[in-house]
């Protein structure tokens, strides 16, 4: 079961939702961990730290499963 992740607005960056979910401290471990081809957004592998997410689209990064809500 993914752990909700509510956000402010219609969208989010990757990088952006990884530092409120806590998996990560700052934008370089976000680069670092991107690169490593480990993390999928709706199942496809994303590098990119910028990429825009929206309320249903799930994340996944080793044992970690975010979704992305409305509100927050």
Same mark, same amino acid.
Not at 26 to 51: C, P, Y
């Given at each position: 079961?993914?752990? =909700? &992740?509510?956000?402010?607005?219609?969208?989010?960056? *990757?990088?952006?939702?990884?530092?409120?979910?806590? $998996? &990560?401290? %700052?934008? %370089?471990? $976000?680069?670092?961990?991107?690169?490593?081809?480990?993390?999928?957004?709706?199942?496809?592998? =994303?590098?990119?730290? !910028?990429?825009?997410?929206?309320? !249903?689209?799930?994340?996944?990064?080793? =044992? *970690?499963?975010?979704?992305?809500? $409305?509100?927050?």
């Amino acid at each position: 079961m993914p752990t =909700e &992740i509510p956000i402010r607005g219609e969208t989010i960056r *990757l990088g952006q939702l990884l530092k409120l979910a806590g $998996a &990560i401290d %700052s934008g %370089s471990d $976000a680069r670092a961990l991107l690169g490593l081809g480990s993390t999928t957004v709706n199942g496809e592998v =994303e590098e990119r730290r !910028g990429r825009q997410l929206h309320p !249903g689209d799930i994340v996944r990064t080793g =044992e *970690l499963e975010l979704l992305v809500v $409305a509100g927050g």
